[in-house]
């Protein structure tokens, strides 16, 4: 039981980690709607053990905090100390700088499926809550709610619909349209993805 008030919105921290491979508009909607839902959000780029990345670690990072400038909102930070490509060891690494804070470890509903695959996913679920945002084109899945509940999670469903754009379409078909603007000069600066500025 906690004691009143010990549960407060004010004590909680929305964490998001992403391959940023690239950042998409979606990923900006994403961060900007956890602003609306969370006093203090934080972000970073990470290699993902299950996925071919089309660029280095540093590069997707250097897009990601154009994105994260661009977004300009001082509850909103970059921390590319906690990257790592397994998400438990980023939040032990989270948990030991904000050891006061409620952690809410954030994915999109593409990724439900996938967090009993991952690396000691059950102590990754009991030792912060799991926030999945509803991404358009990836509906939840009751059975994958009820395999992470019966892992330990406690689970946010978060009220915000994510626009479907995906970064690996951008990889397999560059559509320029799906890339926020701010991300332009690192793009053509390491001439990423086979995008030209539209």
Known sequence: MTTAGADTPLTRLALFGTSADPPTRGHR????????????????????????HGAPLEVRTALLEALVGAIADPRLS??????SPWAVETLERARARW??????FVVGSDLAGQI????????LLR????????????PLETADL???????????????????????RIRERPDPAQVPSELWPVLLQHNLYGLSEP
Request: one cysteine or more; aromatic letters at 6%.
């Open 116 to 123: 009993p695959r991952w690396k000691r996913a059950d102590a």
């Open 29 to 52: 909607a994403l961060l900007e709607g956890l602003l609306g839902l969370f006093p203090q959000v934080v972000t970073w780029a990470s290699d993902n053990p299950l996925k071919q």
């Open 99 to 104: 050891p006061q804070r409620e952690l809410v």
């Open 127 to 138: 030792s912060c809550r799991l926030g999945i945002a509803r991404r358009e084109g990836w």
């Open 146 to 168: 009820e395999q992470l509940r019966g892992l330990g999670a406690t689970l946010d469903l978060l009220p915000l619909a994510i626009p479907p754009s995906a970064s690996s």
């Open 78 to 83: 970059l921390e590319p100390q906690l990257s």
